[in-house]
Nanobody, 123 residues
């Protein structure tokens, strides 16, 4: 099992930056692909970014490509999401998730989820 705890959310002005962290428990973190998803009020959860177990492959939603960067440090059992040029439409609860089936964009591939961290971008 993997337990995930996100941090780094907060309130930021449009154009600003935040870095989210997701700390994982357990010694098998490096076996999992990791993903970030977000859910805005009244909307369905959507894929943001994912990274393979070794960090060699990354994929992004079109809406964040070029602005967000996902990375991981397997020695620290942590995955990051660097978010630049934030816009009000990026406001959501951001959750990290772990997948044993690969760096996929569908939430169904992820068995373990964190509780989420709120990101609010003011205009």
């Amino acid at each position: 099992q993997v337990q995930l705890v996100e941090s780094g959310g907060g309130l930021v002005q449009a154009g600003g930056s935040l870095r989210l962290s997701c700390a994982a428990s357990g010694r098998t973190f490096s076996r999992y692909a990791m993903g970030w998803f977000r859910q805005a009020p009244g909307k369905e959860r959507e894929f943001v970014a994912t990274i393979s177990w070794d960090g060699g492959s990354t994929y992004y939603a079109d809406s964040v490509k070029g602005r967000f960067t996902i990375s991981r440090d397997n020695a620290k059992n942590t995955v990051y999401l660097q978010m630049n040029s934030l816009q009000p439409e990026d406001t959501a609860v951001y959750s990290c998730a772990a997948s044993s089936t690969g760096a996929l964009t569908t939430s169904r591939a992820y068995a373990y989820w964190g509780q989420g961290t709120q990101v609010t971008v003011s205009s």
